[in-house]
């Protein structure tokens, strides 16, 4: 299958920990996204890549946040400090150039925090 | 983004045609009107879009009405797969792959076998 996949797909951590979730695209994406979606809610957009320049972050985007895609393939997304509101699913999406208006998802990396 | 509204939930029988439907009045000629999916456990996919025209694909269709102010997503014969959370999104087609999609709360869809 060379869909989006992204690891881990769970984790469960203590408030104050740092964690790192990653994505890997698919092949020859050059623009990545990452969503997060907490329960009962749709997906909120966080930042987006095209190849490695991150282009687009949203005021969700803490400094607690960072983002890196530093070979245009995977990304990967680092929470420092964890807090208990941090809890929710990580969506990654990634799509081609030339699709424009459709993304292509992964799983999700659900974070429980402590 | 222009707003969409949809209902929080709809039930309909296995086997039977599901119309979803989502309301847009502050369209602008330029929005697309995108459908996504969401299964339990799993990432949004990708169901439909159209802009003017109504749209069919393998895996649903999409009436979109005269003006443009409301749509409907159509699943001709629902199966117990096709329960999920379905999102109706807006996109201006001049922004390109770049802007982030924004999705609302979405419609929940229960099949009953």
């Known amino acids: 299958d060379t869909g989006v996949s992204q690891n881990p797909r769970?984790?469960?951590?203590?408030?104050?920990?740092?964690?790192?979730?990653?994505c890997d695209p698919i092949s020859e994406h050059n623009r990545l996204y990452w969503y997060r979606q907490?329960?009962?809610?749709?997906?909120?957009?966080l930042t987006y890549f095209q190849n490695e320049a991150q282009l687009e972050k949203s005021r969700l985007?803490?400094?607690?946040?960072?983002?890196?895609?530093?070979?245009?393939?995977?990304?990967?997304?680092?929470?420092?400090r964890t807090e208990q509101g941090d809890s929710a699913m990580y969506l990654c999406a990634s799509s081609p150039r030339a699709s424009?208006?459709?993304?292509?998802?992964?799983?999700?990396t659900r974070l429980t925090v402590l | 983004d222009a707003k969409t509204t949809q209902p929080n939930s709809m039930e309909?029988?296995?086997?039977?045609?599901?119309?979803?439907?989502?309301?847009?009045?502050?369209?602008?000629?330029?929005?697309?009107?995108?459908?996504?999916?969401?299964?339990?456990?799993?990432?949004?996919?990708?169901v439909i879009h159209g802009l003017t025209s109504n749209v069919n694909n393998r895996m649903a269709s999409l009436a979109i009405a005269e003006d443009r102010k409301s749509s409907t997503l159509i699943l001709h014969r629902a199966t117990l797969r096709d329960a999920a959370v379905y999102y109706c999104i807006l996109r201006d087609r001049a922004e390109g792959s770049a802007r982030q999609l924004t999705f609302g709360s979405g419609t929940q869809l229960t099949v009953l076998p």
């Open chain 1, 10 to 22: 769970h984790k469960i951590t203590k408030r104050g920990q740092n964690v790192t979730f990653r």
């Open chain 1, 38 to 45: 907490t329960l009962g809610q749709g997906p909120e957009f």
């Open chain 1, 61 to 80: 985007l803490s400094d607690r946040f960072s983002a890196e895609r530093p070979k245009g393939s995977f990304s990967t997304l680092e929470i420092q």
């Open chain 1, 100 to 108: 424009g208006l459709r993304r292509f998802f992964g799983p999700g």
């Open chain 2, 12 to 46: 309909s029988n296995e086997e039977e045609p599901v119309h979803l439907p989502c309301n847009h009045s502050t369209i602008s000629g330029t929005d697309y009107i995108h459908w996504y999916r969401q299964l339990p456990s799993q990432g949004p996919e990708y």
